[in-house]
């Protein structure tokens, strides 16, 4: 009998039944799709030797006006910059507490530094300024030793603090020696979303005063960042707080941190609660999203208002006659989700509604028009500008998108996402606010990174292919993704929550938070980590394939497969089915390892239904696939 071919379409469909859907894909990993054909996606290799503490909310690749090339990394526990394939510590600092002291003892590490109710807590960061030490042999430290050095908390008590040293005290040590000011960083967030569950997080008398309330519905964020650009300005938001700038053009960029009280060209009046920062690139105004009414009140913060600078300038906000500054305010949600920069306009979302926000020069500087009811996007990092249109996850499920209108994207994978039903766990609506969209220009996809069901941590993504419509799922887990434009590939990172950063410039960093790895994708075809090479085993499976509709039995005596191109092996297994309700069982040949040079594969396997799953789980392996042919006999009725 002459060969069949199995013509498969691009994409998963997974809202059908493995027969139902018939001649499409059904599931798989680490593949993609590319002129309709499946194709395993490319590496990832690790960026730089450190790693950072905390888990990475935000990321942002921009140059300065001399051609440095800068990578922003917004964590959990700090704001931290790469530059030169190297990290640097520009986490802002908190107000400082003043006349501080130390205690050391010889040929230890650990520091005791004494502050009458500093109020500080087990796992902060702080550094010092203003530092004096005792001489004649009291300490072997220096100033330059503990001057803007970062030092994680190790334990407290009312009064006094320990951090320790990267080196051991080689002095008699230091007894309330010295002075200093302890300037602790900026607090972010934590790792996870969760509940509270202090007072106030119930009805008042709901319990026993100062007992911790069994339930709530009082929901903490997760730490997180906007960051974006002013020019080679970098402006940095803390979600809900205040917002800080790096001027990546200032001599030695490396050794100054983020601040909010720098003079000259960075912003010295900004709001001090914000949801989120966006500067409009265009013309050059920095929004401020979600926030106070009165400029530094932060108990007017108000998620629907709108606060943008005048023109060219980030310090000033009050609108006058003669400047461009002003605000706004929403009416249609709860709270501002996520603001993008799309082609000549800016794109606001908030929990319910869209809004299209243009420039227009005075005296209205901006027009604000509603573009969309019920497409709120579900979180803050959701959201991202690809192919000329803004896309987005829906606050309540499904994709959006905008090109001068709204539209829902149709999805075949819509309820595998967002959906927990049976052995499939959809997305966990409890941590929404992970989630992370990203856009890989080279090969036209988008994907949003989010967490399943019974996980607080993103371990799953979902993708778009916008060019050819086809939709993916992986296991691929990235909290952050940047595009390829400053760099020459896609920068993303990963996050351990029981790894120990080591990240130098910190002393004494413990795992508490876990660590962030930063990876370059879409290079070779392994995961590179620590100086160690493994394999990427990626995987796709097909719906059911049947002869006359499942009458007759199907007689797969050989196949012939066919590649676009094949780095190593794959393996292809034919799975057989009798009846749509019952598992498919692995032809028992099988599987059949194909290389480049595979003709055909001799094969028996009998049933109503045919599935091929092709895989590969070894280094150096990579492959795109073409057009199966089969030959399959009808054989009998039973």
């Known amino acids: ?161 320990t951090i320790t040293m990267p080196s051991d005290e080689s002095g008699t040590g230091m007894s309330a020696g010295g002075s200093a000011s302890i300037l602790p960083y900026e607090i972010v967030g934590p790792t996870i979303q969760t509940l509270g569950y202090g007072f106030g997080a119930s009805t008042w008398s709901a319990s026993t005063w100062g007992t911790a309330r069994t339930a709530s519905s009082v929901t903490l964020d997760p730490g997180n960042w906007s960051l974006d650009n002013f020019g080679e300005v970098l402006v940095a938001t803390i979600h809900n707080g205040k917002t800080f700038t790096w001027d990546g053009g200032a001599s030695g960029p490396t050794a100054n941190r983020a601040s909010s009280s720098t003079s000259g060209a960075l912003t010295t009046n900004n709001p001090t609660a914000s949801v989120l920062t966006l500067v409009s690139d265009r013309d050059r105004h920095l929004f401020h999203l979600g926030t106070e009414t009165i400029i530094g009140d932060t108990t007017t913060q108000d998620k629907m208002f709108v606060r943008f600078s005048n023109q060219e300038d980030l310090n000033t906000y009050p609108p006058t006659a003669t400047n461009t500054a002003g605000t706004f305010r929403l009416d249609t949600g709860n709270e501002i989700r996520a603001a993008i920069n799309a082609k000549d306009y800016s794109l606001i979302l908030t929990d319910s509604a869209a809004y299209l926000v243009q420039f227009v020069g005075p005296p209205f500087t901006f027009s604000v028009k509603q573009v969309g009811t019920s497409c709120g996007c579900i979180s803050q990092h959701a959201a991202v500008f690809a192919n000329g249109a803004v896309f987005w996850m829906g606050d309540a499920g499904g994709f959006f998108m905008f090109d001068g209108t709204v539209k829902v994207l149709p999805c075949l994978v819509e309820d595998f996402v967002f959906n927990t039903d049976g052995d499939n766990l959809g997305l966990n609506f409890g941590s929404t606010k992970t989630i992370y969209a990203g856009h890989n220009s080279l090969y036209n996809e988008v994907t949003w990174f989010y967490p399943k069901d019974g996980s607080d941590q993103i371990d799953r993504s979902v993708t778009i292919n916008y060019t050819e419509g086809a939709w993916t799922t992986s296991s691929l887990a990235r909290t952050t993704y940047q595009d390829a434009y400053v760099f020459d590939k896609p920068y993303a990172t990963e996050y351990d929550t029981t790894a120990t950063p080591n990240f130098a410039p910190i002393s004494g960093i413990t795992n508490t938070y876990g660590a962030t790895t930063n990876y370059s994708h879409e290079t070779g075809t392994d995961q590179i980590k620590g100086g160690a090479t493994t394999a990427i085993a990626a995987n796709i499976l097909s719906g059911d394939m049947d002869i006359d509709d499942g009458e007759v039995f199907s007689a797969v005596r050989r196949f012939v497969p066919d590649y676009k191109y094949i780095t190593g092996n794959s393996k292809v297994t034919l799975y057989i089915n009798n009846y749509p309700n019952t598992a498919a069982v692995a032809s028992s040949l099988g599987p059949f390892t194909v290389s480049g040079s595979t003709a055909k594969v001799d094969t028996r396997a009998r049933g109503r239904f045919i599935a091929v799953k092709i895989e590969n789980d070894a280094a150096g392996e990579t492959w795109r696939y073409g057009t199966l042919r089969v030959d399959a006999q009808p054989d009998g009725r039973r």
Not at 20 to 26: C, F, M, R, T
Not at 51 to 63: D, E, K, N, S
Not at 77 to 83: D, E, N, T, Y
């Open 1 to 161: 009998m002459a060969l069949k071919k199995l013509q498969v379409q691009p994409g998963f469909d997974k809202q059908n039944t493995a027969s139902g859907a018939e001649g499409k894909w059904i599931d798989g990993d680490f593949v993609r799709f590319r002129y309709g054909l499946p194709e395993k996606i490319g590496g990832w290799s690790q960026l730089a030797g450190e790693t950072l503490p905390g888990v990475a909310r935000a990321q942002l690749a921009f140059t300065n006006l001399t051609g440095d090339r800068y990578t922003a990394i917004g964590t959990s526990q700090g704001l931290f910059i790469s530059w030169g394939d190297k990290y640097y510590d520009i986490s802002p600092t908190a107000t400082a507490i003043t006349s501080a002291t130390f205690d050391s003892t010889t040929s230890s590490r650990d520091v005791t530094v004494n502050k009458t109710s500093h109020g500080l807590l087990v796992g902060r960061y702080v550094t010092f300024s203003s530092v004096s030490l005792p001489g004649a042999g009291a300490t072997g430290y220096t100033v330059a030793d503990f001057e803007d050095k970062g030092f994680e908390i190790l334990t407290k008590t009312t009064n006094t603090f």
